[in-house]
């Protein structure tokens, strides 16, 4: 029993070496393919990662709507407080966050240029603000409480933040999309790769398929090492692109750690997340098994 | 053990490169299978083998009827079957262990016991010492011996060899000849197919003798099956 699974193993072992061979054999064109597939697979991937850091900066709640509020500029302290609390009592308000006049003045004194700018101004030209987190997100229920707001006294402005949100998540939806639909097609170029790829393979390989028959080589001995060499070129094409993307994401962390802090937003960008880099590889491996299996489909029919 | 009824087989409607055959052949006989060029000798190791399909009639091999066998049934019955092919088939791009090892990997013997069958084969055809040298670097004879080796290998019931001894010279030949009555000697059967006439003739083995694809009555020999 043991030496019959010994053999069975030692028959798949053989396979995989023949396939890890024919890769080797031939290094130059072997690493042309692999590359051409690598590129060609890192621009789905690519996409991902670029995508998974939007999704993860932008924040959780970039699609939970926001509600600006400013107060008038002679409103002083306590009048701002009471205003707050009664904000904070209403039943549609989820979140409140004050913002001090002072607090914003310090945090544009800070930047450069508008310092200046601020000191010639005689007085504190920021009004109290607070950022309301509605209960609800539907467009009547917040156009409903920011005109209900606006008629407060004091209040100055009521803004709705929810647009460039909603714009955002829509530009994410079809990024996503276009992920996909990039990554289906790419596969397909995959598979019609290895196809070609096997072509080759099972003809250069002719005389030594057909003496196994004469001997007694079943199907699925005779395909066995070309599925390994399929799914091999797949796993290694899609380990290249993982490190193109690994490769990109390095090199533009500098830029955009330098573009987000322009625009006052934390974050780093992180290379393709651990499940996004196991569903690439394992997906470019069965692709290349797919399109090795088609390929012998095709081009290893019995001659009868 | 193989027993052909009525076999014909045709390559097109009017040519028949056998017709009507018909006879029997016990194991462990050594029977050679005689006639000119194209007389139907390889089709009939063919058809034995699987590798043709007769037209019409029956052709049993071990109790199998090789006409209704499928497809995925061939590859074990042709491990059964030690075949020498007239243009050998050895891997040229494989030393002479690993074309013998063949036909074991491919019916996955364990390394260590297909080890030591492939050198008791090479050591039978006497190319042990061989073992690490590629075909190219063979002899005629040798690459011939090697051939044998690799057909039983895998110690096959039935052997069958399309012209093993073609273009080699007398002596080498007949070298060659001791290998197969080796093995008919230890139970196997054996048909070869060959124009040479006194290959086994020390043997008085068996004939069948082709013409244009029919058996010829043989005066000269025992008819197989007695």
Same mark, same amino acid.
């Given at each position: 029993?043991?030496?019959?699974?010994?053999?069975?193993?030692?028959?798949?072992?053989?396979?995989?070496?023949?396939?890890?061979?024919?890769?080797?054999?031939?290094?130059?064109?072997?690493?042309?393919?692999?590359?051409?597939?690598?590129?060609?697979?890192?621009?789905?991937?690519?996409?991902?990662?670029?995508?998974?850091?939007?999704?993860?900066?932008?924040?959780?709640?970039?699609?939970?709507?926001?509600?600006?509020?400013?107060?008038?500029?002679?409103?002083?302290?306590?009048?701002?407080?009471?205003?707050?609390?009664?904000?904070?009592?209403?039943?549609?308000?989820?979140?409140?966050?004050?913002?001090?006049?002072?607090?914003?003045?310090?945090?544009?004194?800070?930047?450069?240029?508008?310092?200046?700018?601020?000191?010639?101004?005689?007085?504190?030209?920021?009004?109290?603000?607070?950022?309301?987190?509605?209960?609800?997100?539907?467009?009547?229920?917040?156009?409903? %409480?920011?005109?209900?707001?606006?008629?407060?006294?004091?209040?100055?402005?009521?803004?709705?933040?929810?647009?460039?949100?909603?714009?955002?998540?829509?530009?994410?939806?079809?990024?996503?999309?276009?992920?996909?639909?990039?990554?289906?097609?790419?596969?397909?170029?995959?598979?019609?790769?290895?196809?070609?790829?096997?072509?080759?393979?099972?003809?250069?390989?002719?005389?030594?398929?057909?003496?196994?028959? %004469?001997?007694?080589?079943?199907?699925?001995?005779?395909?066995?090492?070309?599925?390994?060499?399929?799914?091999?070129?797949?796993?290694?094409?899609?380990?290249?692109?993982?490190?193109?993307? %690994?490769?990109?994401?390095?090199?533009?962390?500098?830029?955009?750690?330098?573009?987000?802090?322009?625009?006052?937003?934390?974050?780093?960008?992180?290379?393709?997340?651990?499940?996004?880099?196991?569903?690439?590889?394992?997906?470019?491996?069965?692709?290349?098994?797919?399109?090795?299996? %088609?390929?012998?489909?095709?081009?290893?029919?019995?001659?009868? | 053990?193989?027993?052909?009824?009525?076999?014909?087989?045709?390559?097109?409607?009017?040519?028949?490169?056998?017709?009507?055959?018909?006879?029997?052949?016990?194991?462990?006989?050594?029977?050679?299978?005689?006639?000119?060029?194209?007389?139907?000798?390889?089709?009939?190791?063919?058809?034995?083998?699987?590798?043709?399909?007769?037209?019409?009639?029956?052709?049993?091999?071990?109790?199998?009827?090789?006409?209704?066998?499928?497809?995925?049934?061939?590859?074990?019955?042709?491990?059964?079957?030690?075949?020498?092919?007239?243009?050998?088939?050895?891997?040229?791009?494989?030393?002479?262990?690993?074309?013998?090892?063949?036909?074991?990997?491919?019916?996955?013997?364990?390394?260590?016991?297909?080890?030591?069958?492939?050198?008791?084969?090479?050591?039978?055809?006497?190319?042990?010492?061989?073992?690490?040298?590629?075909?190219?670097?063979?002899?005629?004879?040798?690459?011939?011996?090697?051939?044998?080796?690799?057909?039983?290998?895998?110690?096959?019931?039935?052997?069958?060899?399309?012209?093993?001894?073609?273009?080699?010279?007398?002596?080498?030949?007949?070298?060659?000849?001791?290998?197969?009555?080796?093995?008919?000697?230890?139970?196997?059967?054996?048909?070869?197919?060959?124009?040479?006439?006194?290959?086994?003739?020390?043997?008085?083995?068996?004939?069948?003798?082709?013409?244009?694809?029919?058996?010829?009555?043989?005066?000269?020999?025992?008819?197989?099956?007695?």
């Amino acid at each position: 029993m043991i030496e019959a699974i010994n053999a069975r193993f030692s028959q798949h072992a053989k396979a995989m070496g023949w396939a890890l061979r024919r890769l080797v054999v031939a290094p130059l064109p072997t690493l042309l393919s692999l590359l051409a597939i690598s590129i060609t697979l890192a621009l789905p991937a690519g996409g991902q990662m670029l995508l998974g850091n939007v999704l993860r900066i932008a924040g959780n709640d970039s699609v939970t709507p926001q509600i600006s509020l400013f107060l008038a500029l002679d409103t002083d302290r306590r009048t701002a407080e009471l205003i707050g609390a009664r904000l904070k009592n209403l039943p549609s308000v989820r979140e409140l966050r004050y913002v001090p006049r002072s607090e914003t003045l310090k945090r544009f004194q800070a930047r450069e240029g508008l310092a200046e700018v601020l000191a010639v101004l005689p007085d504190n030209p920021f009004p109290d603000a607070f950022v309301i987190t509605p209960r609800e997100d539907g467009t009547a229920a917040l156009e409903q %409480l920011r005109d209900e707001l606006g008629r407060w006294p004091k209040v100055e402005l009521v803004q709705l933040d929810s647009d460039w949100a909603r714009r955002l998540d829509a530009l994410l939806r079809l990024g996503r999309t276009g992920v996909s639909v990039l990554g289906v097609l790419l596969g397909l170029g995959l598979v019609a790769t290895t196809f070609t790829t096997i072509r080759l393979q099972v003809l250069t390989q002719r005389t030594e398929i057909e003496v196994s028959r %004469l001997l007694g080589a079943t199907d699925a001995f005779i395909r066995r090492p070309f599925h390994y060499f399929g799914a091999l070129l797949g796993l290694l094409s899609g380990f290249g692109a993982w490190l193109i993307v %690994l490769a990109v994401t390095l090199a533009l962390r500098g830029p955009v750690a330098e573009l987000t802090g322009l625009y006052g937003i934390a974050g780093t960008l992180r290379p393709l997340a651990v499940n996004d880099s196991l569903i690439l590889i394992g997906f470019s491996a069965a692709m290349g098994w797919l399109g090795a299996a %088609l390929s012998l489909l095709r081009h290893l029919r019995e001659p009868s | 053990m193989i027993r052909f009824e009525h076999v014909s087989r045709r390559y097109q409607p009017d040519i028949a490169a056998l017709l009507d055959i018909t006879f029997e052949i016990d194991t462990g006989q050594l029977v050679l299978i005689g006639g000119h060029s194209g007389a139907g000798k390889t089709t009939l190791l063919k058809l034995i083998a699987a590798i043709e399909r007769p037209d019409s009639g029956m052709v049993m091999v071990n109790g199998q009827n090789i006409g209704d066998l499928k497809p995925a049934a061939i590859p074990f019955l042709r491990r059964n079957l030690g075949l020498v092919f007239q243009d050998q088939k050895l891997l040229f791009d494989r030393n002479v262990f690993e074309n013998t090892l063949l036909p074991l990997s491919i019916a996955g013997f364990p390394p260590k016991e297909a080890a030591r069958r492939v050198r008791a084969a090479l050591d039978k055809v006497g190319l042990l010492k061989r073992e690490r040298a590629l075909p190219v670097a063979l002899s005629g004879g040798e690459q011939q011996r090697l051939a044998i080796a690799r057909a039983v290998v895998n110690r096959p019931g039935i052997l069958l060899a399309d012209e093993p001894t073609a273009h080699l010279d007398p002596v080498t030949a007949g070298e060659v000849a001791a290998i197969f009555r080796d093995f008919h000697q230890v139970g196997v059967t054996v048909l070869v197919a060959s124009y040479d006439d006194q290959l086994f003739a020390p043997l008085a083995p068996s004939r069948l003798l082709l013409n244009h694809g029919t058996l010829m009555p043989d005066a000269g020999a025992r008819p197989p099956g007695q």
